[in-house]
């Protein structure tokens, strides 16, 4: 009998980011995230007879094509898993992986994808040994964080916090948790609209970045203030201030810019339409007072942040003022999601 197992996970946005990280992929400092809910990776995992003696035999799929550049992140993250999941040795393992957003999108696709094959594997592992743990999210977090730090998020709804805080107890540098704070209505339908500026593979990658971050001159200020703004934005996001909680975003997206014009060797991934975007957003604000604010990933990617309520302006001004910026005129519309799901066929 082959066994397998098929995951939908979503990609998610940090509003506190983590950038930086120790050994084993724990954070230099806690994040709080939004995760997201059309963008998303589906990943289904077949075990079957061993094929070949290599330490791991497996291949994968996207898009139903062999995708051999994903290999060897996928095969670290077996080495550091396996004391945990033996099973990894003594099957074929077959991953097949699609993702609602384009390819090249220069959305990143590690959250949802490690969070997707994380959850796969530690099913499988749960078939086999026909164990199924109580905190199995909590353990999925863990094993997806180390796939990718961000994919620890991924596995639970709504706003999750990763790595170790002083105000909250059951938080983890080794896994994510549900954000424990009072939550206002306005955060709950909150959306995110992904407004593509480049697409294609970006010029310095994520775990690169995050090593610029050792002997980075302004890295131990910036991880406290990290502490600091994840405590703010716990009070903001209780009271639904949102000029606050924009203010506080947008601080956290330039900081993480900053810290990679400031690393040696120093890059920038913003292009020119990234910052054209980020002055309309400005300027719309202060002529309308909508509530729309921006945040930033690893990327030239523009994040649109604001209340369900005001999607309409919102929606009228990417169509006329922001459509010309982007790349084939393209973005997603997004919202805060529940995170992952089981698919059973
Ligand atoms: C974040 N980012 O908090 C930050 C903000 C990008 C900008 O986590 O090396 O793909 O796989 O742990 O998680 C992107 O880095 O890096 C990231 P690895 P990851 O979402």
Known sequence: MKLSSKWRSPSNIALVKYWGKHANQIPANPSLSFTLKECYTETEVTLSPKKSDTEFDFEVQLDEKLEESFKPKIEKFFKAIVHEAG????????????????????????????????????SLKNQITGDEPKDFLQKASEWSRLGSGSASRSVYGGLVQWGKSANNPVSSDQFATPFQGKTHEIFKDFKDYVLLVEVGSKSVSSTAGHGLMNNHPFAEKRFEQAHENLSKLETILENGDLEAFGNLVESE???????????????????????????????????????????????????????????????????????????????IKDCVGEGAVEINN
């Open 87 to 122: 099973f990894l040795k003594e099957y074929h393992i077959s991953i097949k992986t699609n993702n609602s957003f384009p390819h090249s999108s220069g959305i990143a696709s590690s959250a949802s994808g490690m969070s997707a094959l994380a959850l796969c594997l530690l």
């Open 253 to 331: 997206a330039l900081t993480l810019h900053a810290m990679m014009m400031t690393s040696q060797p120093y890059f920038i991934l913003m292009k020119p339409n990234t910052v054209k975007i980020i002055d309309l957003v400005w300027q719309f604000r202060k002529e309308t007072s909508t509530p729309l604010y921006f945040t930033l990933d690893a990327g030239a990617n523009v994040h649109l942040l604001f209340p369900a309520s005001a999607e309409t302006q919102v929606e009228n001004f990417v169509e006329r003022e922001l459509r010309p910026y982007l790349k084939d005129g393209r973005y």
